[in-house]
């Protein structure tokens, strides 16, 4: 039998206790804020490259 370090041991401890606790997970509701997460990123991406070109022309003229 190996002997864990310290670390070693509560690091095996937490990876066990994060496969426990990701049983109970709500998986749609999980995918549901992903998805909403990426929209608002890719929006907010769109959005603001519209206002740096409306700047830039701004700022141009």
Known sequence: MSRLSHRQQETSEE????????????????????????????????ATAIVVAVVVFIIAS
Do not use: C, P, R
Request: glycine residues 16%.
């Open 15 to 46: 990876s066990q206790m994060g496969a426990e606790q990701g049983n109970g997970m709500d998986q749609k509701a999980h995918v549901a804020t992903y998805t909403g997460f990426l929209n608002m990123a890719k929006w907010g991406t769109i």
